[in-house]
């Protein structure tokens, strides 16, 4: 096990996004309050006999990593980074499991969670490094959380240390053959950026996200290297931007509530930060990974 210091965002740079205000978030995330990048249907694939909403692209994400983590049915399920819930509710209510475990930094998100009676479910505002499991889980998701997980300024070094300790957490919690599913925003392969695009780059990594770091795909496979094999990996940046183009449009539609509930300035700087984002992955200066690793034995 690695003995390193802790190399990822710290509680308070959490909580500086994700306590702006649960209200607020509320007025632009599908009704589930899933923050991460929804699975649309693909086009001509006769999934849907109706245009695809955010709601069912959110659920079908949803499932696509439970399943892909073998988690229906489970008795025991880890959910690292569990937002206000939307995965834990998933795991319980549909698919079956008995008692699922959600770890976030945000103590308004754990509030939320947790007013809303998940049977089944235990939130605890914990960071994985610290977690002691009384037993082993049966399946571990993390959506969206890996951004988390360095900070900015490390070298690509000191990153995959970060991860790999993670990883190794994993593969202590889990049973031979276990899986890990796990979904990340990447570094995209587009490197020509003018200085408009970093200045935006920038912008949502030190006033969103701040002491985050976008990992390399090769960093996050690395990290895991000797310790999960990678069962199948699937790169989605349209359908982030696709995403973030919708939740643009809802708080847009909202606009003078979310300023009643977090001041122009905020609204201001989300409106930004999701513009940009639209453009960046669909533009592949960013990636979205989709990631199911299985424990070797």
Not at 110 to 121: K, M, N, P, V
Not at 155 to 184: D, I, K, M, N, S
Request: aromatic letters at 8%.
């Amino acid at each position: 096990m690695s003995a390193t210091a802790y190399q990822g965002a710290t509680a308070e740079a959490i909580r500086h996004h994700y306590d702006v205000s649960n209200d607020f978030y509320a007025l632009w995330l599908d009704s589930s309050l899933t923050y991460t990048c929804a699975l649309w249907a693909e086009p001509g694939a006769g999934q849907e006999a109706a245009p695809d909403d955010l709601e069912t692209a959110q659920a079908r994400k949803l499932d696509h990593l439970i399943e892909g983590a073998r988690a229906a049915g489970a008795r025991r399920v880890l959910d690292v980074g569990c937002g206000w819930g939307s995965l834990l509710k998933r795991l319980t209510q549909v698919h079956g499991v008995q008692h699922a475990v959600g770890l976030t930094l945000s103590d308004s998100q754990a509030d939320l969670a947790e007013s809303t009676r998940i049977s089944g479910a235990e939130i605890r505002v914990e960071n994985w490094r610290d977690h002691r499991p009384a037993e082993p889980y049966d399946a571990i998701i993390s959506i969206g959380a890996f951004e988390h997980f360095a900070r900015t300024g490390l070298t690509r070094g000191e990153r995959v240390a970060a991860y790999r300790e993670f990883f190794e957490r994993c593969y202590e919690w889990l049973p031979a053959r276990g899986r890990v599913a796990l979904q990340t925003n990447i570094k995209g392969n587009n490197t020509v950026m003018d200085k408009a695009t970093v200045r935006e780059l920038m912008f949502i990594i030190e006033t969103i996200f701040p002491e985050s770091e976008i990992p390399a795909l090769s960093e996050v496979v690395e990290s895991g290297e000797k310790l999960f094999d990678v069962v199948s990996l699937r790169n989605d940046p349209d359908h982030y931007s696709r995403t973030c183009a919708e939740w643009l449009r809802r708080l847009q539609e909202n606009r003078e509530a979310a300023v009643r509930l977090s001041g122009e300035e905020n609204v201001v700087n989300y409106e930004n930060y999701l513009g940009a984002s639209v453009r960046h992955f669909q533009n592949r200066h960013l990636g979205l990974s989709r990631i199911i690793l299985e424990k070797g034995r």
